[in-house]
Structure formats: C-alpha cells, structure tokens
C-alpha cells in the first residue's frame, strides 16, 4: 500500500513570493490533515478535511493561507505572500475517520529568505 | 486549550541501555495518546497507541499511561544507534474535533 506523498520535498523563496504544495493521501482515506512544524516542535495543525469538506480551519492564518481538497482526495496548501515566520516543515497525513491512527507524508520543507 | 509538553528535550543513552521519555498533557478527558518517531528530515512514525491506563507493548517501545497524574511514559528497551531520532508525543483531547496536539518532542541520541 502506497504511503502519503507529498511535493515538493523543498522549498525556496523570498519573502512575499507565493508557493504551493501539494498531497496525495493513502487510498481510501477520507481525512486529511495540514500540519506545520517549525524547527525544533512538535507539528502543528493547520486544517484538516473530511472529504472535501473542511472540518477545522481554526488555525489557519487565513489572510495568506488557503487549502483546498476539491475531490475528496488530493490537497493543495497554498501560501500566497510568505513571510520569514512561514519557514517550517509542512506535514500532511490522512486516516479513515478522525479515530484511527494518522500517517504522515515525509513533508515539505520550505526556507522562506 | 490542551498543552502537551515532554521531557527531556534531549536525552543521550548507550545502546543498549534503556531509554525513558516522559510527556505530560493537561485534558483529563483526553481519550488517545500515541508516540511517533521522526529521523531527520522523514516524515513521522507511529510508534505506539495507548487508550487506556498501563502498559502496551509493541515491539521494543512501551507506553505507560497514567491519567490521573497525567502522564504518558515511552520506554525503549535496547535502543540502537539508528533509533536516535526526534520523538514526539501526540494527545487527543476528548472534544468531537479530534484534533491530535503533539508536544515539542525529545532528541534521543543512541551511542555505540
């Protein structure tokens, strides 16, 4: 069974430059999870789908963040002006329901200068 | 609002000899506590899920819950060099979001 697969694996940008990154969750999963971790914590979420609904965006900075998971299955988080406090490694996973355990793609890693 | 926090925040063992790691959370409704691994620049690991007071086993890590003190404990008997690692601990607090709220985690360091 295929793991979560994110893309990119890096990124590079300077401040106030857009980027994208994008999920593939395990088959069959219907919940997927957007989490950022900065150097030296624990992950923290961000927004999470069931489907294509957003459950909690709570979290979210919404004035320059966006996600999106339109089928039910791939998402795309978008940051469209990023700051220097945006550098992070940014995880997602997925599950069946929100009981189970959560498997985690090995995350993109973005250095906003 | 749930704090996770864990201890220590770096931790140096001897192969071999037994590793603790110790995370503490503030929901006591909080009903799913799991410990995962994250090697440098990997994604992150289940290690471990516990539901319940005392011990579950897998593999060569133990969880200890005790909700009452608000404690759950990760062992690992005879780490290896390659289980140095960031080790986090993840809680769910017992609110219909099942928002998972993980700690800062502890570096454990396994020496030959």
């Known amino acids: 069974e295929a793991g979560v697969t994110q893309s990119p694996r890096y990124a590079v940008l300077q401040e106030g430059q857009a980027v994208s990154f994008w999920c593939d969750p395990i088959s069959g999963h219907d919940t997927l999870y957007w989490y950022q971790q900065p150097r030296d914590q624990g992950p923290q979420l961000l927004v999470y789908?069931?489907?294509?609904?957003?459950?909690?965006n709570s979290q979210l900075p919404s004035d320059r963040f966006s996600a999106v998971r339109p089928k039910g299955t791939n998402s795309t988080l978008k940051i469209q002006s990023a700051k220097q406090g945006d550098t992070a490694t940014y995880l997602c996973a997925s599950t069946r329901g929100d009981q189970d355990t959560q498997y985690f793609g090995p995350g993109t890693r973005l250095l906003v200068l | 609002q749930q704090k996770v926090q864990q201890s220590p925040e770096s931790l140096t063992v001897s192969e071999g000899a037994m590793a603790s790691l110790n995370c503490t959370f503030s929901d006591r409704s909080s009903d799913n506590f799991r410990w995962y691994r994250q090697h440098s620049g990997k994604g992150l690991e289940v290690l471990v899920s516990?539901?319940?007071?005392g011990e579950k086993e897998e593999g060569s890590f133990t969880a200890h819950l005790n909700r009452a003190s608000l404690h759950v404990f990760l062992h690992i008997r005879e780490p290896q060099p390659s289980d140095s690692a960031l080790y986090l601990c993840?809680?769910?607090?017992?609110?219909?979001?099942?928002?998972?709220?993980f700690g800062a985690g502890t570096q454990l360091i396994v020496i030959p």
């Open positions: 993840a809680v769910r607090g017992g609110s219909a979001l099942g928002r998972l709220h």
């Open positions: 789908f069931r489907d294509e609904a957003v459950i909690d």
């Open positions: 516990i539901f319940s007071d």
